[in-house]
């Protein structure tokens, strides 16, 4: 992640705001979207700062055109993102998987908010955890991130786009509506002390191109079609060279390099805080809104004798599950607090093979938990 202590810029930002600040950091030039509650900030602050910068905005007639108009832009050589809530995500899901499969690098937002349907529009949630992995269908990797305060909203957004230009991907974040409406100051960093990652770009003639052929890092290189480098882009499982194929001895080294670029990168990818985790013999395990009243109930679990550690989860998938695996077998219990029925919680789960207790903290009604409701179950384990 970015040093925050390498400072220049104090401002006063909500969350949405500071992803925008992200962006624009990150090089994005292009962003397509609808308004939705509790993301609508985002598009807001974009319609403004992106025509002041030489970027694109579009206000899209739904979630469904937006998410194939930042594929379209970012074929053509941009940065491009979306965001969008709980419904606008689900329309969002078919494209998806075409940016997957057609590995196009892209960031899509998503400010959870109480659900199905259309829910609870003003209140958070984390409900979208499963979906943002499984969403589109068929087997495919994804990166997903989850930012849990302002200044990560700024930081995980440069993150994002580097990680999608990287690999040639789209990246999921996910935010909440707790995260998205808390103002913070934040110092934002001088452009020329970021690390900012542009996608590889082919150095042959564009006769000689292969748009899809394999490499040690299982990311081709993406050439531009205002560059001269055209070729075939379809949803259906292709050759190397973009044409379809019900060949099996193209179609599984397809789908096996899909999943070697993102699988094979996991250090690069998966990304956790540890908060007090060295001596705890009791874990809790959280991200989003919720790792913060996670860091103060650790706190406060502390000065009670409990000797309580945070695991927060900043990549949630591919789930860190090397990092975890040697605290599940270090502590007593671990507590996995979440806005939902327990996605999370399922995943801690699997691959807790019995080694400790794993407990869950639930809250479905719109509210955050609170430091005290988690402290309560610290104090029990």
């Known amino acids: 992640m970015i040093n925050s202590q390498i400072m220049s810029h104090p401002v006063l930002l909500q969350g949405n705001e500071a992803m925008v600040e992200g962006a624009l950091a990150a090089g994005c030039r292009f962003f397509a979207g609808y308004p939705i509650t509790p993301a609508t900030e985002i598009s807001e602050a974009m319609s403004i700062k992106l025509p002041a910068l030489g970027g694109t905005f579009i206000q899209m007639e739904d979630e469904i055109a937006s998410m194939g108009a930042i594929i379209g832009a970012s074929l053509a050589g941009v940065k491009s993102m979306t965001a969008t809530s709980g419904p606008g995500f689900s329309l969002m899901q078919e494209n998806l998987g075409f940016a997957v499969i057609a590995e196009v690098p892209c960031v899509i937002v998503n400010v959870m908010r109480g659900g199905p349907s259309t829910g609870l529009p003003t209140h958070v949630s984390q409900g979208d955890v499963q979906q943002a992995r499984w969403g589109t269908h068929g087997d495919h990797p994804i990166i997903v991130l989850s930012v849990s305060d302002t200044w990560e909203c700024f930081a995980l957004t440069v993150k994002a786009f580097n990680l999608s230009e990287e690999f040639r991907t789209p990246v999921i974040i996910l935010s909440d509506e707790v995260v998205a409406h808390t103002r913070e100051k934040i110092i934002l960093p001088n452009p020329e002390e970021l690390e900012i990652v542009d996608r590889l770009k082919p150095t042959m003639p564009p006769e000689w191109y292969i748009p899809y052929e394999d490499t040690p890092r299982g990311v081709p290189p993406m050439g531009i079609f205002g560059d001269g480098y055209r070729y075939h882009v379809t949803g259906l499982i292709h050759d190397v060279r973009g044409f379809p194929t019900e060949r099996p001895d193209e179609i599984v080294p397809f789908m096996e390099r899909l999943f070697r670029k993102i699988n094979q990168h996991f250090a690069e990818i998966q990304m956790v805080e540890e908060y ?106």
């Open 276 to 381: 007090l985790t060295a001596d705890a013999e009791v874990l809790v395990a959280a991200y989003g809104a919720v790792a913060r009243s996670a860091k103060r109930a650790v706190d406060d679990a502390r000065s009670r004798g409990v000797k309580a550690g945070l695991f927060k989860l900043i990549t949630l998938w591919p789930f860190p599950r090397r990092v975890l695996e040697p605290h599940l077998r270090q502590v007593r219990a671990v507590l996995v607090p979440e806005l939902n029925k327990g996605q999370i919680a399922r995943e801690v789960k699997r691959i807790n093979q019995g080694a400790t207790r794993v407990e869950t903290l639930s809250r479905i009604d719109g509210r955050l938990i609170t430091p005290d409701e988690i402290l309560a179950r610290l104090l029990k384990l």
